[in-house]
C-alpha cells in the first residue's frame, strides 16, 4: 500500500471546506492514517518547499504557507500517490477538470486547495517530514 501526503492549504482552511475535502477522500477510497492541523513557522516551510528554493515563485509560496493553519494528513490506498492526483487535479485550478478538487476549491495556481505527493519517494519523504512512524494508525 502506498501513501502520500495531502495538505489542505490555508486558503481551503479559511473557506471552511475542510470537510468537503476530508469526505471526498474517503470517497475516493483513501485511509486517513494521521492528521493534524497546525501552523507552519517560516523555516518549516522553506524546508518543505526547499526543492524549489531557486525559483521565483519561493517566497511568495513560503508566505502565503505560513499565512494560516494548514491540515496535514498522510493517506494511504494502492496507486495513493498517481490517484490522489488525479483527484486533486492540475496545479492551475483553471486547467483542472471539472469535480477535481483544486477546480471545486481552488483560486489561482498558489491558493489551489490542496497538496499532494508527486512522486511515491516524495509521498513517503513528505508524510515523515510531518509524521512519525509510530503515528500511522492502521
Do not use: C
Not at 486547495?113 to 494508525?137: C, I, M, R, W
Request: glycine content about 8%; overall charge negative; cysteine-free.
Amino acid at each position: 500500500m502506498e501513501r502520500t501526503l495531502m495538505i489542505i492549504k490555508p486558503d481551503a482552511v479559511r473557506d471552511g471546506h475542510i470537510g468537503d475535502i476530508l469526505q471526498r477522500v474517503e470517497k475516493e477510497g483513501f485511509q486517513i492514517r494521521a492528521m493534524r492541523m497546525l501552523r507552519l513557522e517560516q523555516s518549516e516551510a522553506e524546508d518543505f518547499y526547499g526543492v524549489h528554493r531557486e525559483k521565483p515563485f519561493f517566497e511568495s509560496l513560503v508566505k502565503y504557507m505560513i499565512s494560516g493553519k494548514i491540515i496535514v494528513a498522510a493517506l494511504f490506498r494502492e496507486n495513493a500517490v498517481e490517484y490522489w492526483r488525479k483527484v486533486i487535479g492540475n496545479t492551475n485550478p483553471e486547467k483542472s477538470e471539472e469535480g477535481t478538487i483544486r477546480k471545486l476549491f481552488g483560486k489561482s495556481i498558489e491558493s489551489n486547495a490542496v497538496h499532494g505527493s508527486d512522486s511515491l519517494t516524495n509521498g513517503q519523504k513528505e508524510t515523515d517530514f510531518f509524521f512519525e512512524p509510530f503515528e500511522y494508525l492502521t
